[in-house]
């Protein structure tokens, strides 16, 4: 089992940055590839970008260049922690959702819901115009 909670969210103009934030916790954070996706209110939840439990990094034709993951493990006594990030640069209003994150052990698909296991409960992204 693991745990998210995502944190970073706002309000920034077009064309700002953000960055997001997921810690992950529970059995072994470290061994689990890591997903943001976003929802827009009416539209369907969709990839953001990825980055595998080896650091390799996926990321939707609309952020790429713009959007950048990262992950740190760290390891404490008494549980282990994963620390994800999602920098966002040059934010437009389409960019407007919920972000969540999730957690998988994924074969081959980064970019499908379905392949995730566990999810954040999100956080909210407003780009004003």
């Known amino acids: 089992q693991v745990q998210l909670v995502e944190s970073g969210g706002g309000v920034v103009q077009d064309g700002g940055t953000l960055k997001l934030s997921c810690v992950a916790s529970?059995?072994?954070?470290?061994?689990?590839?890591i997903g943001w996706f976003r929802q827009a209110p009416g539209k369907d939840r969709e990839f953001v970008a990825a980055i595998s439990w080896s650091g390799r990094q996926y990321y939707a034709d609309s952020v790429e260049g713009r959007f950048s993951i990262s992950r740190l493990n760290a390891m404490t006594t008494l549980n282990a922690r994963n620390t994800i990030w999602l920098q966002m640069t040059s934010l437009k209003p389409e960019d407007t959702a919920v972000y969540y994150c999730?957690?998988?052990?994924?074969?081959?698909?980064?970019?499908?819901?379905?392949?995730?296991?566990?999810w954040g409960q999100g956080t909210q992204v407003t780009v004003s115009s």
């Open positions: 529970g059995r072994a954070p470290e061994e689990y590839d």
């Open positions: 999730a957690a998988g052990r994924i074969n081959s698909d980064y970019f499908s819901s379905g392949s995730y296991d566990f």
